[in-house]
């Protein structure tokens, strides 16, 4: 703002009139007659009036309550079965497993846990993993992820992005692939359920490992290198694979669609959680047909292949069966807020009905100040 | 070639250092020394050439400067800062383009409006400089750019053309090198002013080979900014020949009514004294930007504390949770030291908070200011008709504080009156003249009705004048001697130059609109001035013509207080006229006039009490050999060097005694339009008016009564008049005790906290009306003498409805309006036209000039300019609470909006480990406060209006909630702020519990952390708009398009940048491919974002709500009044208030002052009301020569453009301390003379 008081065109300005016969009339400084220029542009005036607001705060009572009593009981109709097999206690089938832990052991631990579900599931079951207290959210974790090379970029490939630190080189000197901490911490417990049936044969139930990532994930945002035709143990060959992992990334899966970054489970677990406490999609079980429940009521058993450890920390694992509905998943929070919110909107607007009736001054325009 | 081709980019003197700094070579500079025609000799001293560079930058220099400058200022600083801590690795939580994008519009839109702004200087530069003139070089007359005009040039200027740099004057088409100049440019007055040139110079006429041949050496003083001064000697063939202001004329004046004339070019381009007096304007700041820039202090405060707990949650956090999840999450070494990672964990969040501060606050702020500046500009009700002048807001910075004033100083002359004078009355030989009585001897109220007195027997007369009073006209008639020497007095004694555009066409330039009017006065009463030479005055004596000889000349000045002429009529008697301040001529009077002298203060005294101006007229027959001899004396002293001025004041005075009187003459000075009607709007509005005016007491009496600010009604009026500090003192302390009683005066004595606590107190408990009404030296005893006695004047002035400070000087002006700052924690405003009021309006808050009779000086100095007193009501009551409230709004938004934006990483802090994870995208947080959310809040503080400009007019009390802070103060601030937090808190919780276990329809998670980013940010956009839709209570057009167009952008650029295409493009920038399409599509996210809205917004409405229906605002209440009133009757006609004024011709100010025969014959109270405030001492009155004489033809310039300023406020017994036209207040902003030379 350091404007100068002297404006060369000033010196050139218009010279009145009355003094000299150069000053003919010039165009007149009188300004515009516009809406804009003169503040009177059309506008609409709303007034927060006892006629406007309290119908609203009826009309969000009115629609909120329905709305959450939809959601409570769809909701509740929604079956979910959850059992943790971390095996904290002794009694826990698991207990073994969760105690004797080295990344490195070639002879996995397995444990199976009995359980049982009271009601059948009718449709699409869905098989959750859930960890507690761990914090995929945490920066440094977020971060550690490269996505030009889950991309497929060559260049990435051999170059992995500085973020992907200390996941960035393997021991041998060659680039991580697929590099940082997110990929190397993937996990990778396997969980098989079987039914048995009340004359103790037991049966594997087959769990569907398509479609558990989000579509665009799977087409899009992660590709193998060099194309998803070409041979992926040969596009592979100058990485090294992920510290914990136990075989590398073009071992995962042995269909080829499924393999390398374009593998689910990774694409699942590379999509990281907002809180330290979270599910994630592990496998789908197909209904079969309309005449029986995907899973009927029964006795069932978990059979786990106990690699990832999770006690250093104070973890959980759990698993998870739910059903899922219009609306998702068994969520009974949102139906108790909306229901919630609803009331204390309807309540509101009646106190505020009240409180207008008894104290508020309507239109007395009279005690106006001069 | 590449010389060229640099010099075309860069402008080659000075380059590139901006305005002030530059390197002026003539800085040193002692003395000029200049020669005609001789340019290889003037290059020696490397003179500035003609060039005038008002720009700050060149294409080259624009970047490197104007960043630099960019950069100074603290908050581009702090994002600089915030930009480096970025690039550090282990710091950075977020990507640098999240700081750099906003930080580049930032600069990018100053660094545009700078550019533009430089590039119509740029383009006005050139316009000017490239101006041609002709110029004469080598014996020929060539046309020249402006710019290759060097020092030593001799120019030709034709009549009507803009001089092109200092140039001393030559010669000229007229006689006697006489040139016609209007100096509207430099110092606003735009009568015309005459030139002489040196009779040695003017012989050269239009020769162009004497010219060709003129080597005349010229030394002088260096460049300066004086404009009423020049000192320097021209030797030329030998002899030295003084040169003074007369001779130059100055660039930036216009030559009129002269064929040609020709100059030496003695000062060019920067040099020149229109340039140099362009100072940089003083930057004024707002109380709400302090307040603002405090608050950003406090969220500066803020944000560190909220990086302390999440550090030291950090270091919690690394050494409960983390050790143990190092499994997964290894970290580099450094970071095994949990204190450590807290540390590095508070740069994160320093930066990731960032936000807290909004970057965009300061240009939005500049953007609004403008905005309410251009709406000032373009209001048609703030534009003056009659001069074609819209309002003006000169600085663009101040508006909101239009909407606080709590104190307004005005200038009388010019700005509550129109400065325009009317000859009123008269008193000749012991008779009065100018009432109209009715057949029953009652005086007539004279209105627009009252007939006037028929003029038509004088073809000369001016038909605008008005007279009521037939039996002056029937006294001329029949031919009484009094009379007639009477109106021959005033056609004779003055300054006045006539122009007869053609025959009997008569056009008076006169330097002081008093004169002018005597002088038309005289005209029509058949005493016509038609023409003046030096030596003659040719009169029209009721139709016949007479030529008097002008033997001398006897100025005026300041300690004069008179002027006189010496003529000799066709007869061949010698006579003296003189008019003057009635207390300087009664002194002068011939024991003889004893009686009349008494009757006729009898009359002036009566005069006076009407507020009308008075002068006495008096003349003296000289004896032809007395006045002989004086003659010669005169002529001797007229040439001594040294004390010249004394010895002329002594021959003066020993010629202006034994006078005889003729009567005195009274002129009015009529109101502007409205002025009582405004001034009673704006107290209504507790708006304190204060008048400071240079006129005497009785005079600002009257107009104070005329503007309704002192009413009969009034419990008491204290004037306080003492002459020493002790009188003031106890006069000052009376008034207190009257107005509080005694108990609190005493209370208030004893302890000052005490005093200044209770009286805010009473000040509102006081019922009754008190006036105060101060003199020049009683206030320079009050505000010089002792710190306490100031206090005791501010707490009456204060405790009284209005105050008026009368005989002050412009000095004391600016003393009145430091004190009310000083102490009172208010905004003053202050108003005027003149000269005399630069140092008022630059000392206060707001300075208002009105562009009026007494030049642009004023405006020049202003904040804000417009033509009539009366549109201050609506620049106050309408612009300017409309600006306060928009401003305040927009604060409250602004911060409310970006804590609910931020704070919502606060909380995640305690989910995610304190690992300054954020929550959003971050192109999100880049685009957050730029694209999302700044244009709806930029409509609402530029349009929004509460109540309509006819209901602001109509309730002046809505003014009051500015005045009292009330929309946006510390509260305020905290209200906003906790609003924020809880919205943020909200935002964040409400997700959190039904994400938690939140599943897709196709039975994929949603408690991701990018799909709860997109609730979030969701959520948020969309109640920051309805939030903003609360807010809007105006909702135009452009307020509809700019919130849903925000939020349609907000989509747009969410599912673009979520596209498929960009990320292919860049696959580390944009992570988020496919999460609009995949978390949008779910009902049960956009059930979370509703619910979270409903949760945000609905407390807000039911206590909005609640505010309104139980506490109604006077802003409400009004509004509700205004819907109604809209619906029953249309016509807004019927809302204008209708004001009778009190009768201006009443003597109020008489009537209820006692003593007031005693101060007038005591003459301390008397003024000298003819001329001007600011007379040139430097100007030597100089003699005019009887006919034998050679023509030397000095006298023109002794009584024309001397005179500066015009205007009555001439000082009276106050030393004259005033700035001269033009010169800033500087030299006399410094030390505080008021001395009293009575």
């Excluded at chain 1, 826990?92 to 397995?110: A, D, E, L, R, V």
């Excluded at chain 1, 996505?147 to 500085?162: A, E, I």
């Excluded at chain 2, 309704?708 to 000052?732: P, T, Y």
């Excluded at chain 2, 700052?821 to 009021?837: E, F, Q, Y």
């Amino acid at each position: 703002m350091m404007a100068s008081s002297y404006n060369a065109k000033e010196e050139d300005g218009h010279h009145s009139g009355a003094s000299g016969p150069g000053g003919a009339a010039a165009k007149s400084k009188k300004p515009d007659n516009t809406a804009f220029k003169q503040q009177r542009l059309p506008a609409w005036q709303p007034i927060l009036t006892a006629g406007t607001v309290l119908p609203a705060f009826f009309v969000i009572g009115l629609i909120f309550i329905p709305i959450g009593i939809g959601l409570y009981v769809t909701s509740n109709n929604i079956k979910e079965f959850e059992i943790d097999y971390t095996g904290i206690d002794m009694s826990s089938p698991c207990f073994n497993c969760s105690q004797n832990f080295s990344w490195n052991s070639t002879k996995p631990c397995k444990c199976s846990l009995p359980f049982s579900l009271d009601q059948p599931f009718e449709s699409n079951v869905f098989v959750y993993y859930g960890l507690s207290n761990f914090y995929q959210n945490h920066r440094r974790y977020v971060k550690s992820r490269d996505d030009s090379q889950l991309n497929g970029d060559l260049f990435s490939l051999t170059h992995p992005s500085k973020e992907c630190e200390p996941y960035r080189t393997g021991s041998d000197n060659k680039p991580i692939a697929p590099c940082g901490a997110i990929a190397n911490s993937m996990f990778n417990d396997t969980l098989e359920l079987y039914y048995i049936d009340p004359n103790e044969t037991r049966t594997l139930i087959p769990l569907v490992k398509k479609g558990i990532a989000w579509w665009t994930d799977k087409h899009v945002k992660f590709r193998n290198p060099g194309g998803n035709n070409s041979n992926l143990t040969a596009s592979f060959q100058g990485n090294s694979k992920p510290v914990n992992w136990n075989k590398p990334a073009y071992e995962l899966d042995a269909d080829p669609e499924n393999n390398g970054f374009i593998n689910e489970d990774f694409i699942v677990w590379m999509r990281t959680a907002a809180l330290p406490t979270f599910r994630k999609l592990y496998r789908i079980i197909q209904r079969k047909n309309n005449m029986t429940p995907t899973l009927p009521r029964g006795n069932y058993t978990l059979e786990v292949t106990y690699n990832y450890p999770v006690r250093s920390f104070e973890g959980r694992k759990r698993m998870i069966l739910s059903t899922i509905s219009w609306m998702g998943g068994k969520n009974p929070f949102l139906g108790i807020a909306y229901i919630t919110v609803g009331s204390v909107c309807f309540f509101l607007g009646v106190v505020l009905l009240i409180i207008h009736h008894k104290y508020g001054n309507r239109s007395n325009n009279s005690d106006i100040p001069n | 070639m590449a010389a060229k081709w640099l010099r075309m980019l860069v402008p080659w003197r000075g380059g590139w250092t901006p305005r002030g700094k530059e390197p002026r070579p003539g800085c040193a500079e002692e003395e000029r020394h200049v020669r005609a025609n001789d340019r290889l000799y003037n290059d020696k001293f490397s003179y500035a050439d003609n060039r005038i560079k008002t720009s700050k930058y060149s294409i080259l220099t624009f970047l490197p400067v104007n960043l630099f400058e960019q950069f100074q200022r603290v908050a581009n600083a702090y994002f600089l800062v915030l930009l480096i801590l970025q690039l550090i690795p282990e710091i950075s939580s977020l990507s640098w383009f999240t700081t750099i994008v906003p930080l580049v519009m930032v600069l990018v839109i100053t660094a545009v409006k700078d550019a533009t702004d430089d590039y119509f200087r740029h383009r006005s530069d050139q316009q000017v400089n490239t101006r041609q003139s002709q110029v004469l070089i080598q014996g020929k007359l060539q046309n020249e750019k402006w710019m290759n005009v060097r020092v030593g040039d001799i120019i030709k200027l034709e009549n009507n053309q803009f001089v092109t740099a200092d140039l001393l004057l030559l010669s000229s088409s007229e006689p006697y090198g006489l040139c016609y100049i209007e100096t509207a440019e430099l110092d606003g007055e735009n009568n015309l002013k005459v030139r002489q040139a040196l009779t040695v110079t003017s012989d050269l006429g239009a020769d162009i080979a004497k010219l060709a041949e003129f080597d005349g050496e010229i030394t002088c003083e260096p460049p300066n900014n004086k404009l009423d001064r020049f000192t320097g000697t021209l030797c030329w063939r030998g002899n030295k020949h003084p040169l003074e202001n007369e001779h130059m004329l100055l660039r930036g004046c216009v030559l009129r009514n002269t064929d040609w004339c020709f100059g030496l070019v003695v000062f060019a381009g920067p040099q020149t004294k229109l340039m140099q007096n362009c100072g940089r304007t003083t930057f004024k700041r707002t109380s709400i930007e302090k307040l603002m820039n405090t608050l950003v202090l406090w969220i500066f405060g803020f944000l560190i504390c909220m990086g302390i707990i999440l550090a030291i949650g950090n270091t919690i956090w690394e050494v409960k949770v983390g050790r143990a999840f190092w499994a997964y999450l290894q970290w580099g070494e450094l970071l095994s030291n949990a204190v450590y990672s807290g540390f590095l964990t508070f740069w994160s969040y320093i930066i990731i908070l960032n936000t807290v501060v909004p970057i965009s606050l300061y240009v939005s702020v500049e953007v609004l200011r403008l905005g309410h500046s251009y709406f000032i500009n373009w209001d048609r009700k703030l534009y003056y008709g009659e001069k074609d002048m819209a309002a003006e807001a000169r600085t663009t910075t101040l508006n909101e504080e239009l909407g606080q004033v709590e104190f307004i100083f005005s200038d009388k002359t010019g700005t509550l009156t129109q400065n325009i004078l009317i000859f009123h009355k008269c008193s000749i030989n012991g008779t009065t003249y100018g009432e109209v009585y009715d057949d029953f001897h009652h005086k007539v109220n004279i209105t627009e009705k009252t007939p006037c007195v028929d003029f038509s027997f004088n073809p000369l007369s001016d038909p605008k004048f008005r007279f009521h009073d037939s039996s002056l006209v029937e006294a001329v008639k029949v031919g009484e001697a009094c009379v007639q020497e009477f109106f021959r007095l005033l056609a004779l004694c003055h300054t006045v130059m006539p122009e007869e555009r053609s025959e009997g066409e008569l056009v008076y330039q006169a330097q002081s609109p008093d004169e002018g009017a005597l002088v038309t006065a005289a005209r029509n009463f058949g005493f016509v001035f038609r023409a003046r030479t030096p030596e003659t005055i040719t009169l029209y004596e009721i139709g016949r013509p007479v030529t008097y000889q002008l033997l001398a000349f006897l100025d005026f000045n300041n300690v004069r207080k008179r002027m006189s002429v010496i003529v000799r009529n066709p007869k061949g008697e010698i006579k003296l006229y003189c008019k003057g301040a009635d207390t300087i001529v009664f002194e002068r009077l011939h024991p003889s006039n004893e009686d009349l002298m008494d009757t006729t203060s009898e009359h002036l005294n009566e005069f006076a009490g009407e507020g009308l101006r008075t002068l006495a007229l008096a003349y003296r027959e000289l004896d032809e050999d007395v006045f002989g001899e004086w003659m010669e004396r005169l002529q001797y002293a007229s040439t001594v060097v040294g004390n010249r001025e004394e010895l002329l004041n002594e021959l003066y005075e020993e010629v202006e005694q034994d006078l005889m009187l003729l009567g005195a003459t009274a002129v009015e000075d009529k109101l502007q339009e409205g002025v009582p009607e405004t001034i009673t709007c704006l107290s209504l509005a507790n708006i304190k008016i204060w008048v400071l005016t240079g006129d005497k007491l009785e005079t600002a009496m009257n107009i104070g009564y005329s503007c309704n600010m002192l009413r009969d009604d009034m419990d008491e009026v204290f004037v306080i008049s003492g002459h020493s500090s002790l009188e003031v003192a106890r006069e000052l302390r009376s008034a207190k005790e009257r107005i509080l009683g005694p108990s609190c005066a005493k209370l208030s004595s004893a302890g000052k906290s005490i005093s200044s606590s209770s009286d805010s107190v009473f000040e509102e408990t006081i019922i009754a009306e008190y006036a105060l009404i101060i003199n020049g030296h009683s206030l320079a005893h009050a505000l010089e003498l002792e710190v306490e006695l100031e206090q005791v004047l501010l707490d009456v002035a204060c405790l009284c409805k209005t105050v008026i400070c009368c005989r002050v000087t412009p000095l004391q002006k600016a003393q009145v309006v430091e004190l009310v700052k000083r102490h009172k924690r208010a905004v003053t405003l202050a108003i005027g036209d003149g000269a005399n009021d630069v140092s008022m309006i630059k000392t206060a808050h707001i300075g208002v000039g009105i562009s009026g009779q007494e030049g642009t000086q004023a405006v020049l100095a202003s904040d804000y300019s417009f033509g009539q007193f009366r549109y201050l009501q609506r620049l106050l009551l309408v612009h300017g609470r409309w600006s306060y409230r928009r401003m305040c709004k927009f604060l409250c938004y602004f911060f409310y909006k970006n804590f609910a934006f931020t704070l919502v990483h606060f909380w995640f802090g305690f989910l995610c480990g304190f690992s300054a994870q954020t929550v959003y995208d971050q192109w999100f947080i880049t685009l957050y406060n730029i694209v999302y959310t700044s244009l709806p809040v930029l409509a609402m503080g530029m349009f929004d209006k509460d109540v309509n400009e006819h209901f602001s007019l109509r309730y002046p009390s809505l003014y009051r909630p500015g005045q009292l802070n009330l929309l946006f103060n510390k509260r305020k601030f905290f209200t906003c702020t906790l609003h924020g937090v809880f919205t943020s808190f909200v935002l964040f919780f409400v997700p959190y519990v039904l994400c938690f276990s939140a599943v897709r329809d196709d039975g994929a998670h949603v408690s991701d952390q990018q799909a709860f980013a997109i609730t979030i940010a969701t959520s948020l956009v969309i109640v920051v708009s309805v939030q903003i839709g609360l807010d809007t209570d105006y909702w135009t057009a452009v307020n509809h398009f700019f919130v849903w167009g925000s939020l349609a952008m907000y989509f747009a650029i969410l599912f673009a940048m979520h596209s498929d295409g960009l990320f292919s493009m860049f696959p580390s920038q944009f992570p988020y491919i496919g999460l609009a399409r995949n978390a949008l599509t779910q009902k049960s996210v956009w059930l979370v974002i509703l619910l979270t809205t409903v949760v945000c917004i609905m407390p807000m409405l039911a206590i909005r709500f609640l505010k309104t229906d139980l506490r109604p605002s006077l802003s409400d209440k009004v509004y509700l009044l205004q819907k109604a009133s809209r619906r029953q009757h249309p016509q807004e006609q019927s809302l204008k208030r209708v004001r009778r004024t009190s009768s201006r011709r009443s003597a109020y100010a008489f009537a209820h002052q006692q003593g007031y025969g005693e101060l007038i014959t005591s003459g301390r109270n008397m003024k000298f009301t003819a001329s001007a405030s600011t007379p040139n001492l430097s100007a030597p009155p100089s003699p005019a020569l009887s006919p034998p004489a050679p023509v030397q033809n000095m006298s023109c310039t002794g009584w024309i453009g001397t005179w500066g300023g015009g205007g009555e406020e001439e000082l009276g017994d106050v030393d004259s301390t005033g700035e001269s036209p033009g010169v800033t207040d500087d030299g006399a902003g410094k030390t505080p003379t008021a001395e009293i030379t009575a």
